[in-house]
């Protein structure tokens, strides 16, 4: 039996591309929402920030406020500027990246092409048990039990490098300098790049390092010819991550950092240096609403330089990883 | 009766890989240079009493060195020198960041174990100045504040956080990367910089004073990517396979997700969770800016200065005095156990999560 329906009446039914149920629809949307929740934060700060920096911007003049070299809340009138603290927060965190990228590095490689599964499982646990370690207790060990001995090894370094500007001091005291501060930062972003590195490393095409030590080479050429070039990106993206995570840096820095408003370049084992995070926190107790204002235009141009360097950081780390949607 | 086809893998020849048999004769050499410089070294220390560290440095890291390249040299020629060298700086520069651990664990340790004690743990803060003997006062009230506070902002972060992962894995959202991206930015947010936002919102907008919840809300930001992240990982473990069976049995999108996928994913988010917590539970900054260190046991989130171990910890090395300083110590050891805890948990969680998908 065949049954004739006209052709206008067929209806080419619709493949389902939205939900029908309600509640789907309610779950979708939720999440969704949720989703954006991160983009509302992120625009929430900004706009508050802004808010609240204007005045400060107004009076000093941003270009005055980002690198002229005074904090004077006493003055008059006041003036806040902020480029010592921003050179500090970059010279810190280079120290502690260059300190820290052979140990991440050489972690990542130790884990995923050295020790045995047992040993690798062990190292990633101590790995991951650095990343949770609070920074202010890392502030306390860094003030109490670090500074002394890194203190002794500056004076090494200036005793048989003096002659190089950089590692000059002429008042010979060698704690509380930018070279303490960046080490202490240094084991703070270790397990950040540790991680990245160790991630790119392990999804790496085994076969063509296996190709590489087949052909005659040796684990220093395979690393050096083959891993190193492959991993590349993603291990630039970790570095960056981690100078982020330096930059923003806070109470750590506090407690081995002598803060000085008096530009420090690059001597690095002077007992001078900045840093934005760690001045906001200590000028922030005493501080009058002129002062305030500073802070919130110091945390602002924080937030923009950190957000820049870890939106280019995650791009980085995702196009290193194309199989990853 | 019909032969089974016998699906065991082929056996991997002897031959396979020969570049990563070694001879015995290259493991005497390996071992040789592996355990005569630091005899060579520690033998010297014994002998002269030279400093540790010097020793390091001048005897031990040479001869290591020296050691590594020679045996290069017999196995690969004159480029073993390279490969020698590799191996000793990767095994030197990965047991200085176990040193680094090792110490930041031993100083806390040992020298917080001196304050810590069942007054130090129960008491609160009031009547104590900071010269006072550790015999009295002590982080009790910190320990409910931080637990408060951070219990506050995990309430509220983990439905977020996990509608967020529900976003970037169940749904055909066209914003993902966008969403990923600012995730990744945000885990980077300084923490201070979202203490000063929560700052600027509530206090100096003359919403509310010093309290609780703006310490709670100010480690949202910082809380939110961690558990995102984890837990998008979490549901991305799940099997295609369960997920697309559940809808092919007709179950809404909603019902497959919280009757198969939540369910399977169930430790992996309790990962995500404690990971979050043990992320915050000793964050400063944002604490210091907007809760303002109380003396007190104050029960209430929603009204009044409340204390934190974090904040204890912060005023108190201000302070500068040795009781202080050793209640600092104290404190950071309290923090230590906290996060030890939150991250062993973490790991068991983890650990089960394995086992069930084996």
Known sequence: MTVNVPSEKIERRKLASKPFARADRIFFSVSTAAAYSSFVIIALILIFLVGRAIPAFQKQGIIDFAFGSTWDSAATPATFQLGPMLWGSILISLIGVVIAVPLAISIAYFIEFMAHKTLAKIVTTVVDLLAAIPSIVLGLWGAFVFSPIAAGWAKMLNQSMGWIPIFDNPEQNFLRSPFIAGIVVAVMIVPIIASITREIFSQMDRDVINASLALGGNRESTFRKVILPTAAGGVIGGVLLGLGRALGETVAVLYVLNISFDINWANVLQAKGGSVASMIISKFGEANPDEISALMAAGLVLFVFTLIINSIASYIVAKAQPWRK | ?358
Not at chain 2, 102 to 117: E, K, R
Not at chain 2, 314 to 321: K, L, S
Request: aromatic share 10%.
């Open chain 2, 1 to 358: 009766m019909e032969k089974v086809t016998d699906l065991t893998p082929v056996a991997r020849p002897k031959t396979a890989a020969p570049w990563s048999r070694k001879s015995p004769q290259f493991r005497l050499y390996a071992s040789l240079a592996s355990i005569v410089p630091a005899a060579i070294a520690l033998g010297t220390i014994a002998i002269t009493g030279m400093d540790f560290m010097a020793a390091l440095f001048i005897i031990f890291l040479p001869i290591q060195v020296i050691a590594a390249a020679l045996v290069g040299i017999t196995v690969y020629g004159r480029r073993g020198i390279l490969e020698g060298l590799l191996v000793v700086a990767t095994i030197f520069l990965s047991s200085f960041v176990f040193v680094l651990l090792g110490s930041v664990i031993w100083s806390v340790v040992s020298n917080g174990f001196a304050a810590l004690s069942p007054s130090f743990i129960f008491q609160n803060n009031y009547y104590i100045q900071p010269k006072t003997s550790l015999e009295f006062g002590g982080v009790g009230h910190s320990i409910v504040g931080s637990l408060l506070i951070v219990g506050l902002s995990t309430i509220v972060t983990v439905p977020l956080g996990l509608a967020t992962a529900v976003y970037l894995t169940e749904t055909q959202g066209k914003s993902k990367g966008i969403i990923r991206t600012l995730l990744q930015a945000m885990s980077g947010l300084p923490s201070v910089v979202s203490g000063l936002f929560i700052y600027a919102m509530f206090i100096a907008s003359g919403i509310t004073t010093y309290a609780g919840w703006t310490g709670s809300l100010a480690l949202i930001p910082l809380m939110l990517p961690t558990v995102a992240r984890v837990t998008e990982e979490a549901l991305r473990l799940v099997p295609v396979e369960l997920r697309n069976g559940a809808l092919a049995l007709g179950a809404p999108a909603w019902r497959a997700f919280v009757q198969v996928t939540l369910p399977a994913a169930k430790s992996g988010i309790v990962t995500a969770i404690l990971l979050g917590v043990a992320r915050v539970i000793g964050e400063t900054a944002p604490l210091v800016l907007t809760t303002f260190a109380a003396d007190r046991t104050n029960l209430n989130v929603f009204d009044g200065a409340m204390g934190s171990l974090p904040t204890y910890l912060f005023n108190y090395i201000a302070f500068g005095f040795d009781e202080s300083i050793q209640r600092a110590w104290g404190a950071a050891l309290v923090i230590l156990i906290l996060v030890a805890i939150l991250f062993i948990s973490a790991r068991v969680a983890s650990r089960t999560r394995t086992k069930a998908r084996k």
